[in-house]
């Protein structure tokens, strides 16, 4: 390898470091994180990728904050867009040179679920459960992208190619968001059946919210309504045309929907999307954390038949919940008001591949602006930890980490 690999390392709650690091090899190698029955296995069909654009995610601040089980020394980073400089004996038709990006879900390609496209509980590659990620708590120990480099398991399955690698450097930060948070929002909007003329609300207006807004609107709904407490977040929802609810003013159902019917003349939207997870503050409050108030809000506001994607984060158990019953990732879910509705929930980390390549040429063609919409920000691999500490504290961007000074240049 050319020059030593770097890395964001997690050093205990909202703490990271960026560190020299191992090269990235061929065999997955133990260290923090890693599954003892994953220790040693050979990666023939992996590429190595040179990483050109590698994203924070509040999926990463989860295990920052300290609400998982996440070990120190865990190689932080799943939102990966690389070049590929070296590959494996298994790799047909990859090539050396190709600008790729990597789904966040790691995947085999060969098992029933992958085969189903359900690339988000494949069965191969985490020995402890359905689903796997790079640099996550108990997704296997696969190690994290925020670095120079990273290994990229079937390669020939996982890598999107760019079709053009002048046309994608061009295009590369809104590119960057097709490793996860773009697909996500996509298929939140997807499950919960956004269509031409859909009224949507999306909870939450984080980066993942955001990316659900803008897919909402590609996918031809009529309105979109974003739901925070975070003003300037909510001010970058209506940037590109949302219609938005500051949570901090609402405090009761009955306020919710007024505020729904506000908008729209009814009180209740055809879709909704929970962009927020199982750190969800109390609406009307300073900021204490109800974990099931989302969940019990969009049951509320969305109409009977309607549909409920759930892109947010839900955990089986949460070390730092507020209450007892949270710790063992017990809600107080007004599951009735779902029921009697007859409303869907779709849940689950999102299975990428199955929307990247077509977001990708919508991308590409000019059909949408997620770059903008979400207000990517580049900053360094080393600035890395300002930039953690500036998105947990509510700031309006989606950081983008630029570990060789690529998208910065190509700007
Ligand atoms: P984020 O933390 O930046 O955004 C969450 C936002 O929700 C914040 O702006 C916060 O103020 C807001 N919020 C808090 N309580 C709220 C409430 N009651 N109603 C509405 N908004 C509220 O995180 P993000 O990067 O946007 O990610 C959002 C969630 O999506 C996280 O749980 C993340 O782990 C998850 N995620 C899931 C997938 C997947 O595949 N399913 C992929 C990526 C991220
Ligand atoms: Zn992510
Ligand atoms: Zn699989």
């Known amino acids: 390898m050319a020059d030593t690999n770097r890395a964001v390392i997690y050093r205990g ?10 090269d990235a090899g061929f065999v997955l190698q133990d260290g923090p994180g890693v599954h ?22 509040g999926s990463d601040q989860h295990m920052v904050r300290g609400r998982t089980d996440a070990p120190e020394g865990l190689q932080l980073g799943h939102e990966i867009t690389g070049e590929v400089i070296e590959i494996g004996p298994g790799v047909e038709f990859i090539k050396k040179g190709d600008l790729v990006s990597i789904p966040f879900n790691i995947a085999c390609g060969r098992c029933r679920n992958c085969k189903e496209r359900n690339t988000g509980v494949c069965l191969n590659v985490n020995p402890e459960q359905p689903g796997s990620a790079y640099g996550y708590v108990a997704m296997g120990g696969w190690r994290g992208g925020q670095a120079k480099y990273v290994t990229v398991p079937y390669a020939d399955w996982n890598c999107l190619k760019f079709p053009d690698k002048e046309q994608a450097m061009d295009k590369i930060r809104d590119l960057t968001m097709l490793s996860d948070i773009f697909p996500t929002g996509y298929h939140g909007c997807v499950t919960a059946g956004v269509g031409t ?18 897919s909402a609107q590609l996918l031809g709904a009529a309105v979109v309504i974003v739901g925070d407490m975070q003003a300037d977040r909510l001010g970058q929802a209506r940037s590109f045309g949302c219609e938005t609810i500051d949570l901090s003013k609402v405090d009761s159902p009955e306020a919710m929907a007024g505020a729904i019917e506000g908008i729209l003349g009814v009180p209740v939207v055809d879709c909704a999307v929970d962009a927020v997870g199982f750190e969800a503050k109390g609406h009307g409050t300073n900021g204490e954390e109800a974990p099931a108030v ?10 009977a038949a309607g549909g409920i994607g759930i892109p947010g984060l839900y955990v089986p158990s949460d070390p730092g919940a507020a209450d007892e019953s949270a710790k063992h990732g ?3 879910l007004q599951f009735g008001i779902g029921w009697a509705k007859s409303l869907t929930f779709a849940t689950g980390q999102a299975p990428v591949m199955k929307y990247h390549r077509g977001l990708m040429q919508a991308i590409l063609n000019d059909r949408v602006h997620i770059a903008d919409a979400v207000n990517a920000t580049v900053i360094t691999l080393d600035d890395a930890p300002r ?16 570990p060789h000074g690529l998208v910065g240049a190509a700007a």
């Open 330 to 332: 017990n809600l107080s």
């Open 387 to 402: 930039g953690y500490e500036e998105f947990d504290s509510g700031a309006a961007q989606k950081f983008i980490l630029d």
């Open 13 to 22: 709650i909202r703490h990271v470091e960026v560190e020299d690091v191992a």
């Open 36 to 57: 003892p029955d994953n220790v040693g296995r050979e990666l023939p069909h992996a590429a190595i990728l040179k990483v050109v654009a590698t994203n924070i995610c």
């Open 197 to 214: 003329g859909s009224t949507v609300y999306v909870a939450g207006a984080g980066p993942v919210g955001l990316a659900a807004a803008c």
């Open 294 to 303: 989302v969940l019990n809000t969009v049951m509320g506001i969305t109409r």
